[in-house]
T-cell receptor, first 114, second 110 residues
Framework: GQQLNQSPQSMFIQEGEDVSMNCTSS?????WLWYKQDPGEGPVLLIA?????ELTSNGRLTAQFGITRKDSFLNISASIPSDVGIYFC??????????????FGKGTKLSVKP | DGGITQSPKYLFRKEGQNVTLSCEQN?????MYWYRQDPGQGLRLIYY???????QKGDIAEGYSVSREKKESFPLTVTSAQKNPTAFYLC?????????FGPGTRLTVL
């Protein structure tokens, strides 16, 4: 079945640094969603992308829908301590699954550099 | 305030007991979902429901049961048949493309 691969699996940030992560698949997605999960909480939807090539911002976050429709990127500028958490990408399967169902990547964990 | 509520936040049960986790939404969404998350792991789909009185098994339905008698509510029962029930459980509801999550329930079986 379709899978989403997130990279990197984990990373350490220092306050003020820019952060980049990506999500790739061997098959095409028509929608890309990015979620953030704080420890002990449910994921929160950050950005939704619906069109190939689309670039969308939400504050210091910017996400792009790859032109091939097989990848998406999330950038965080000037990171702050509250950016730590797990970032998930997700998209609806294109093999005729039920409306609203999503495939999730395994997440990129952001931690603060010791 | 529209949203999804899950209760309780923390739940402790003895081994062999069934336990029901609550999920309520007032977003008027037709579809609702239950996921399980283990430490350091992603989200695994347990059950989902696209409409009242109908639900489908997800990837890891064994040892779980659900009901969908009302549009707003989708309770999950963790039965004694579930071999490793200690986990973080997340409920979600969705529009056509976007899922929205509740705050989760952490279940610990002693």
């Amino acid at each position: 079945g379709q899978q989403l691969n997130q990279s990197p699996q984990s990373m350490f940030i220092q306050e003020g640094e820019d952060v980049s992560m990506n999500c790739t698949s061997s098959s095409i997605f028509n929608t890309w969603l990015w979620y953030k999960q704080d420890p002990g909480e449910g994921p929160v939807l950050l950005i939704a992308l619906y069109k190939a090539g689309e670039l969308t911002s939400n504050g210091r976050l910017t996400a792009q829908f790859g032109i091939t429709r097989k990848d998406s990127f999330l950038n965080i500028s000037a990171s702050i301590p509250s950016d730590v958490g797990i970032y998930f990408c997700a998209g609806p399967p294109n093999y005729g699954g039920s409306q609203g169902n999503l495939i999730f990547g395994k997440g990129t964990k952001l931690s603060v550099k010791p | 305030d529209g949203g999804i509520t899950q209760s309780p936040k923390y739940l402790f049960r003895k081994e062999g007991q069934n336990v029901t986790l609550s999920c309520e939404q007032n977003l008027n969404h037709d579809a609702m979902y239950w996921y399980r998350q283990d430490p350091g792991q992603g989200l695994r789909l347990i059950y989902y429901s696209q409409i009242v009185n109908d639900f489908q098994k997800g990837d890891i339905a064994e040892g779980y049961s659900v009901s969908r008698e009302k549009k707003e509510s989708f309770p999950l029962t963790v039965t004694s048949a579930q071999k490793n029930p200690t986990a973080f459980y997340l409920c979600a509801s969705s529009t056509i493309y976007e899922q929205f999550f509740g705050p989760g329930t952490r279940l610990t079986v002693l």
